[in-house]
Nanobody
Framework: QVQLVESGGGLVQAGGSLRLSCVTSGRTFSYNNLGWFRQAPGKEREFVAAINWNGASTDYADSVKGRFAISRDKAKNTLYLQMNSLTPEDTSVYYC????????????????????WGQGTQVTVSS
């Protein structure tokens, strides 16, 4: 059974930092692109960041560029999202996602192109 399990969310003050983790299991994603998305109450899910299978290509939403960093550790089957300089606008449930396509050089910002999703972790930033 394929699972993506996020952790690391919580309550933080504006200007603070959090690091989210997403541990995958049930199959290897070493040759797959991975991404982070978020969804706030009453809003549509939005792209946050993505990394390709070998880490050579990353992409970020304009709203998080320069503040967030995505990375992966294949040996640990883990995807990370380092979030710095958090603002209340970053408050959302954060989801990791995996694309079943293999060896894709470029990542996608489109949620429907990801096939596996985690259950989400809540990030709340207080002002």
């Amino acid at each position: 059974q394929v699972q993506l399990v996020e952790s690391g969310g919580g309550l933080v003050q504006a200007g603070g930092s959090l690091r989210l983790s997403c541990v995958t299991s049930g199959r290897t994603f070493s040759y797959n692109n991975l991404g982070w998305f978020r969804q706030a109450p009453g809003k549509e899910r939005e792209f946050v960041a993505a990394i390709n299978w070998n880490g050579a290509s990353t992409d970020y939403a304009d709203s998080v560029k320069g503040r967030f960093a995505i990375s992966r550790d294949k040996a640990k089957n883990t995807l990370y999202l380092q979030m710095n300089s958090l603002t209340p606008e970053d408050t959302s449930v954060y989801y990791c996602a995996a694309d079943v396509g293999v060896l894709k050089p470029q990542v996608s910002r489109v949620g429907v192109e990801y096939d596996y999703w985690g259950q989400g972790t809540q990030v709340t930033v207080s002002s």
